[in-house]
């Protein structure tokens, strides 16, 4: 049916084609993900990446897909950010390389879980003590986690807002580096 305004028309259908792409998009790591938190596996170990090579890191969660170096912070020098796409996870990750050594990590799952310790155990980490900050928006760890001293893990929504609401989907986790 056609109406006298054309560019309507061409909107309508076009907001029809979005509604049906989006709608049929693979969603990618999603059945991976629900098969490791039923059995309580990682979808893989976060510890056995840390400090290692970007050849190493590239190995379990394949090519990376955007290098960018970091030029302009002397503090991060040398070093370069990675993007990848795991399979295991269907979102986007990146990865810092301080000197060839991955000390940085930005994992987003397909899927929110409901609890911060959940999103974790994904990564194979598992904290023994209380995070030392749990608002509304993330929880977060430091200290010693897996035998590993971390700056900071925080667990959040992509999206920001409530994790209440939304889940937990992102978890960022931050080496302490000994130089």
């Known amino acids: 049916m056609?109406?006298?305004y054309p560019r309507l028309d061409r909107l309508r259908l076009y907001g029809i084609a979005a509604i049906i792409l989006l709608g049929c998009r693979p969603q990618g790591g999603g059945a991976a993900q629900d098969a490791a938190v039923a059995s309580g596996k990682p979808l893989f170990d976060i510890t056995k990446l840390v400090n290692k090579s970007p050849d190493q890191v590239a190995a379990v969660l394949g090519k990376a897909v955007k290098v960018i170096k970091i030029k302009d912070d002397f503090t991060l020098m040398p070093g370069d950010d990675r993007a990848y796409k795991p399979d295991l996870t269907g979102r986007e990750s990146m990865v810092r390389f301080h000197r060839k050594k991955a000390i940085y990590f930005d994992i987003i799952f397909a899927k929110?879980?409901?609890?911060?310790?959940?999103?974790?155990?994904?990564?194979?980490?598992?904290?023994?003590s209380a995070p030392?900050?749990?608002?509304?928006?993330?929880?977060?760890?430091r200290d010693e986690v897996n035998g590993l001293n971390w700056k900071s893990i925080s667990v959040t929504n992509s999206k920001g807002g409530r994790v209440a609401d939304s889940g937990y989907d992102e978890v960022f986790a931050d080496l302490e580096q000994s130089e």
Not at 112 to 128: E, F, I, M, Q, S
């Open 2 to 4: 056609t109406t006298p």
């Open 112 to 128: 929110p879980v409901k609890d911060p310790r959940t999103a974790l155990r994904l990564l194979g980490l598992n904290p023994t």
């Open 132 to 141: 030392y900050l749990d608002v509304a928006t993330a929880t977060r760890w």
